[in-house]
């Protein structure tokens, strides 16, 4: 076994290059540089729990939530629970963007988890994603029922698996 599998097993989330690429790229122009976006990670049920195979956006199920940051109306998390009975999914993470480098939650992010349940993984990327994202750039926080554990850096990376493929 190559370290590049072991890592990716141990990973909190795993997702292809190319679907990657094209995640940070379209928080990107939804946020137009000017405002953050976000987005719901998804993987199959009964799955890993850890691979991601589709993304919805929030201001897909939203239209009004990109306002500088994210007012996410909680109305709109049935058209999420539509979306992932209908394909058969769950939520296995979420992800969003920041001005700046910061990667770190802000009081508002950690007060207020998308999805408040024990192992859920919230990804920060920087510079509202106007440009490619490698992983050791991305903050990665597990909401564990009572607060978060945070990972920047290299630590970020370990626990963020872009491979590939997937």
């Not at 992800?95 to 009081?107: C, D, L």
């Not at 490698?134 to 698996?161: C, I, K, P, Q």
Request: proline share 4%; with cysteine; charged share 25%.
């Amino acid at each position: 076994m190559t370290i590049w599998a072991f890592r990716g097993r141990r990973a909190l989330l795993r997702v292809g290059r190319t679907p990657w690429r094209e995640l940070v790229t379209e928080l990107g122009r939804r946020g137009r540089g000017e405002k953050e976006a976000g987005a719901f990670l998804l993987g199959p049920r009964g799955g890993d729990g850890r691979t991601v195979t589709r993304v919805v956006y929030l201001d897909d199920l939203d239209p009004d939530c990109l306002t500088g940051g994210i007012s996410f109306d909680g109305l709109a998390y049935s058209k999420l629970w539509d979306i992932c009975d209908a394909e058969q999914l769950v939520v296995i993470g979420d992800i969003h963007t920041h001005p700046g480098i910061g990667v770190h939650q802000s009081s508002i992010d950690a007060e207020n988890p998308m999805l408040a349940s024990d192992g859920h993984v919230a990804l920060i990327v920087p510079d509202l994603a106007m440009r490619p994202i490698a992983a050791h750039e991305v903050g990665v926080h597990r909401y564990d029922g009572n607060g978060w554990t945070t990972w920047t850096g290299a630590a970020a990376a370990r626990r963020l698996f872009i491979r590939r493929r997937l």
